[in-house]
């Protein structure tokens, strides 16, 4: 079966980390968000690849290329994104038979994507607490008889997890109408669907679709978690390493440094003297921890560096990223309030207790600068030397 993969999304939400990046190609783990769905797509017996490319469409070519684990990929670009049904429209060209569609920033149980092959027609369901938010499905005699998107009274709190397996004949009924919210939707594939096949629901426990910053760290939690321990790299023996922490080969970990996985250090990263990084940590290729600096629970990606005597909790840095020595990230408010976060604008709840700091790629902080929890600091932003900072820059 062929898997259509939609990559072409900018992630307005996710800013400023998709400032030059697209949303699918930032790092959870050992790869790129997008890279976990095409690998369960691999996994459940794709036979081709095709990933609908749009926003920095670049990054996203280099990294699979035309072959990815011995399956060939192609590529359909979407100029504007008119919608998931236009996403899937524009890659039509290349389909041939039956085919999958998957999102290419959820994050799906592997085994769930081979079911939903198995079981196809089929698409993928997860139980929410929320289910005005989604797709929601309504099932009977254990096939799925009505799809609604977003409802305000919704008919069970069974939600579209964005992966389907459909007949090859849906190729011809991509082309639907623009919805009430201006796009061409997938939903409206999925109902037309079901209204001709009987259609399987495979339910899911575990899914997650990475919208906003601190989804990209709760997705990094989950598959960081799912870690065994592997030293490949140069770690002193004067170094403590506890629970599942791997150290790629190229990286090294300095006498008197303390890490307590779930940590994942990449392939020319380096944790100084006496440094604490703990759990669940990414440590993404060529980052540098410098002496005495402490690392909890955060993503820190490629190229970033944190100087000797920081501290970073519960955050994300983008690439390239400077923090000067005693830079302090406070993730905890004194009301113990769910700490909040901007939005395209809003401040709204990232629902966790502890929360730092998002920093877009290239931001540098001055020596013992302080950023309050829920902070955001766009790309190449810079603080000075010893400044509190309480606002968004
Ligand atoms: P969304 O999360 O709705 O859009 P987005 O990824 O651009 O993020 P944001 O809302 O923060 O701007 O998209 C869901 C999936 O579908 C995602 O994998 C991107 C993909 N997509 C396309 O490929 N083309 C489209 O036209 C749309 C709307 C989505």
């Given at each position: 079966?062929?898997?259509?993969?939609?990559?072409?999304?900018?992630?307005?939400?996710?800013?400023?980390?998709?400032?030059?990046?697209?949303?699918?190609?930032?790092?959870?783990?050992?790869?790129?968000?997008?890279?976990?769905?095409?690998?369960?797509?691999?996994?459940?017996?794709?036979?081709?690849?095709?990933?609908?490319?749009?926003?920095?469409?670049?990054?996203?070519?280099?990294?699979?290329?035309?072959?990815?684990?011995?399956?060939?990929?192609?590529?359909?670009?979407?100029?504007?994104?008119?919608?998931?049904?236009?996403?899937?429209?524009?890659?039509?060209?290349?389909?041939?038979?039956?085919?999958?569609?998957?999102?290419?920033?959820?994050?799906?149980?592997?085994?769930?994507?081979?079911?939903?092959?198995?079981?196809?027609?089929?698409?993928?369901?997860?139980?929410?607490?929320?289910?005005?938010?989604?797709?929601?499905?309504?099932?009977?005699?254990?096939?799925?008889?009505?799809?609604?998107?977003?409802?305000?009274?919704?008919?069970?709190?069974?939600?579209?997890?964005?992966?389907?397996?459909?007949?090859?004949?849906?190729?011809?009924?991509?082309?639907?109408?623009?919805?009430?919210?201006?796009?061409?939707?997938?939903?409206?594939?999925?109902?037309?669907?079901?209204?001709?096949?009987?259609?399987?629901?495979?339910?899911?426990d575990r899914w997650m679709d990475v919208g906003r910053p601190w989804e990209l760290l709760e997705a990094n939690e989950w598959k960081l978690g799912e870690l065994e321990r592997r030293i490949d790299g140069e770690v002193s023996d004067a170094a403590h390493l506890e629970g599942d922490v791997v150290v790629e080969e190229g990286a090294t970990v300095k006498p008197g440094a303390v890490v307590e996985g779930p940590v994942l250090i990449r392939s020319g990263a380096s944790v100084g003297p006496n440094a604490y990084v703990r759990g669940a940590t990414l440590l993404d290729e060529d980052t540098s921890v410098g002496n005495a600096v402490e690392i909890k629970n955060s993503v820190l990606s490629s190229g970033a560096t944190v100087s000797h005597l920081s501290y970073v909790g519960d955050s994300v840095l983008g690439r390239n990223v400077n923090f000067g020595a005693g830079t302090t990230v406070a993730n905890l408010r004194h009301d113990d309030g769910d700490v909040r976060l901007t939005v395209k604008g809003r401040r709204i709840s990232t629902g966790r207790r502890k929360f730092g700091v998002v920093v877009g790629d290239d931001a540098k902080t001055g020596i013992n600068s302080s950023l309050t929890p829920g902070l955001t600091l766009t790309a190449g932003a810079t603080t000075n030397p010893g400044e509190i900072v309480e606002r968004d820059r």
């Open positions: 079966m062929q898997a259509v993969v939609l990559a072409a999304g900018e992630g307005t939400r996710i800013r400023p980390l998709s400032a030059s990046v697209p949303k699918p190609m930032l790092p959870v783990a050992d790869r790129p968000l997008v890279a976990h769905t095409v690998d369960a797509a691999i996994a459940a017996g794709a036979d081709e690849i095709v990933l609908v490319v749009g926003y920095e469409a670049t990054t996203v070519r280099e990294y699979f290329g035309s072959s990815y684990r011995d399956v060939p990929v192609r590529y359909a670009v979407q100029h504007e994104q008119a919608g998931t049904a236009h996403a899937v429209n524009v890659a039509r060209e290349h389909l041939e038979g039956p085919f999958a569609v998957l999102n290419g920033d959820n994050l799906y149980d592997p085994a769930a994507i081979e079911q939903l092959f198995d079981a196809s027609p089929a698409v993928c369901a997860v139980e929410v607490d929320n289910p005005r938010q989604y797709g929601v499905l309504r099932t009977d005699d254990g096939t799925i008889s009505h799809i609604v998107e977003k409802p305000d009274e919704p008919p069970t709190n069974l939600a579209n997890a964005g992966a389907y397996a459909f007949p090859a004949a849906a190729r011809e009924w991509l082309d639907v109408a623009t919805s009430e919210r201006g796009e061409h939707e997938i939903t409206d594939v999925i109902a037309r669907v079901i209204d001709e096949y009987a259609v399987t629901p495979v339910t899911t």
